[in-house]
């Protein structure tokens, strides 16, 4: 018979970092966290991964998110108590924290050709995307006031509550503090490629922004078996590990002496790009990547970007068939489809080890954010 945790139902008193207003570090405080509620999962971390949405909301805000909160969302760790009404998980399992869940119930969730989750942008309980719990209140508490979810994860901290819909149960052997970016950066520019569009043998296709989302996208192309892989970013320093996981071909836009998209197309012997995959912020370079498309081919804009930022189009950039569509997530259904690439990587199949460069504890959040502002390294860990 299982030992039930000495915590089970009652507040855990941990470290967490906490962020108090926009583009300010995070400091490290000790904080309340309550029992899980109804449907909800309380999670000892054991990794997390420093991710650009993070960096996003930290600077601009997303959606309803409110301060002070616990930034975070990819983790990882093993489940110390769970609440009432909760069946697909279990004190013990190992797990990762989804910002994007799966019910299994909404239209979106039956629904074969999504992965957005209702419970996640429905007005009914869409407020879980996501400072607080189903019943209104945080679950976490400092000196007796609310501190608040960030993507209903706030995975850099000691120990989480988060929904059972959000909650994905990986292989007991998953080593979590490497495949903890499976929870959100790998799986979000791996499935853009693998998952989300079909790409031929053969296929012509370009990566702009070669940190972990984009570098997984290259590994995607790859393992559809296009043909030219081009890698693009203005870190020269990217281009050994972009030729390592796939890219045949990597350029750096600042060192041109002639606009991009003839390169683009000269390397493509002027057929164009069938696609494109932006795994960067700066949506201003979308008009570009439409000019180095070809006839029938497809612009990828993956994961969560600045919601400030827009971008225009002339008409007939449009005209031949192509396509703009968004991904978020690798276009996984999370529940069913995070586990099955875990097992992937366990046997060997997913180079997600190297795109690790720096692990670091708690209390240098703020360095390992500096890391990722610099775009020194690809992935950096935190462990608990």
Not at 26 to 44: D, H, S
Not at 188 to 203: A, C, E, L, Q, W
Not at 276 to 301: K, L
Request: glycine letters at 10%; hydrophobic letters at 35%.
């Amino acid at each position: 018979m299982a030992t039930i945790p000495t915590t089970e139902g009652k507040p855990i008193i941990c470290k967490a970092a906490i962020q108090w207003e926009l583009q300010k570090p995070c400091t490290i405080e000790k904080i309340e966290v309550a029992p899980p509620q109804a449907k909800e999962v309380r999670v000892r971390l054991v990794a997390a991964g420093i991710c650009h949405s993070d960096l996003f909301i930290m600077d601009n805000g997303f959606l309803n998110a409110k301060l002070p909160a616990v930034p975070g969302h990819e983790g990882a760790g093993i489940v110390e108590s769970v609440g009432p009404d909760v069946h697909s998980i279990n004190p013990g399992d190992k797990v990762f924290t989804m910002f994007m869940p799966q019910c299994k119930e909404c239209k979106e969730c039956l629904d074969g050709r999504s992965n957005q989750c209702l419970d996640y942008w429905g007005d009914k309980n869409g407020k879980m995307a996501r400072s607080i719990g189903y019943d209104g209140n945080p679950r976490f508490t400092l000196n007796g006031k609310p501190v608040y979810h960030m993507l209903g994860c706030s995975s850099f901290c000691e120990y989480v509550v988060i929904p059972e819909n959000s909650c994905v149960k990986v292989n007991p052997r998953t080593p979590l503090e490497t495949a903890c970016i499976l929870a959100s950066g790998f799986s979000t520019g791996y499935g853009s490629s693998h998952n989300v569009v079909h790409i031929r043998p053969g296929d012509n296709v370009a990566v702009w922004g070669l940190g972990c989302v984009g570098l997984a996208a290259v590994a995607g192309c790859k393992d559809k078996e296009a043909g030219k892989i081009i890698g693009i970013d203005i870190n020269s320093a990217k281009k050994e590990i972009s030729h390592k996981l796939g890219c045949t071909d990597f350029i750096n836009p600042q060192n041109l002496t002639e606009p991009l998209e003839v390169v683009l197309k000269d390397l493509t012997n002027g057929e164009g790009l069938d696609f494109a995959f932006i795994c960067c912020p700066a949506t201003d370079i979308v008009e570009t990547v439409s000019q180095s498309i070809g006839c029938h081919g497809t612009t990828v804009i993956v994961g969560i970007v600045n919601r400030e930022l827009h971008f225009s189009l002339p008409n007939h950039a449009l005209f031949p068939q192509r396509t703009i569509i968004g991904s978020l997530c690798g276009g996984y259904k999370v529940k069913d489809d995070i586990p099955k690439l875990v097992d992937r990587y366990l046997e060997g199949k997913l180079p997600v080890d190297l795109m690790i460069t720096h692990k670091l504890h708690l209390e240098r959040i703020n360095d390992g954010i500096a890391l990722l502002k610099s775009r020194k390294g690809i992935k950096t860990i935190v462990l608990f």
